[in-house]
């Protein structure tokens, strides 16, 4: 059984850094696509960042370019964001999502990884909250 646990949310100030980490078991990393969302409060859940295992390519969206990177440690089966001149705009609730195995990574690097509906798997959550 796929298990996906987020941890690394916390309070910062604008300007500062955290990073998310999401352990996952039950599953090869091998090929697998795997993504960060986020659900501010009051609005709908949207795709911040993912990450196809067996190439490494990635993907974000463009409010957190520059700023967030996806990476994957294999040996720990654990995924990573790592969020850096964080903004208040960037509160929420972050989940950890995936899709095992994934055969059309491709279409998920460009169009996929931005849907929830996409992903199979999912995480329950940490909550980030930037203050200004």
């Known amino acids: 059984q796929v298990q996906l646990a987020e941890s690394g949310g916390g309070s910062v100030q604008a300007g500062g850094s955290l990073r998310l980490s999401c352990a996952a078991s039950g599953f090869s990393y091998s090929n697998n696509c795997m993504g960060w969302f986020r659900q501010p409060p009051g609005k709908e859940r949207e795709g911040v960042a993912a990450?196809?295992?067996?190439?490494?390519?990635?993907n974000y969206a463009d409010s957190v370019k520059g700023r967030f990177t996806i990476s994957i440690d294999n040996a720990k089966n654990t995924l990573y964001l790592q969020m850096n001149s964080l903004e208040p705009e960037d509160t929420a609730m972050y989940y950890c999502?995936?899709?095992?195995?994934?055969?059309?990574?491709?279409?998920?690097?460009?169009?996929?990884?931005?849907?929830?509906?996409?992903?199979?798997?999912w995480g329950q959550g940490t909550q980030v909250m930037v203050s200004s």
């Open positions: 999502a995936a899709l095992a195995p994934c055969f059309n990574h491709a279409y998920f690097l460009t169009v996929g990884w931005k849907r929830a509906t996409y992903f199979t798997y």
């Open positions: 990450i196809y295992t067996g190439s490494g390519g990635t």
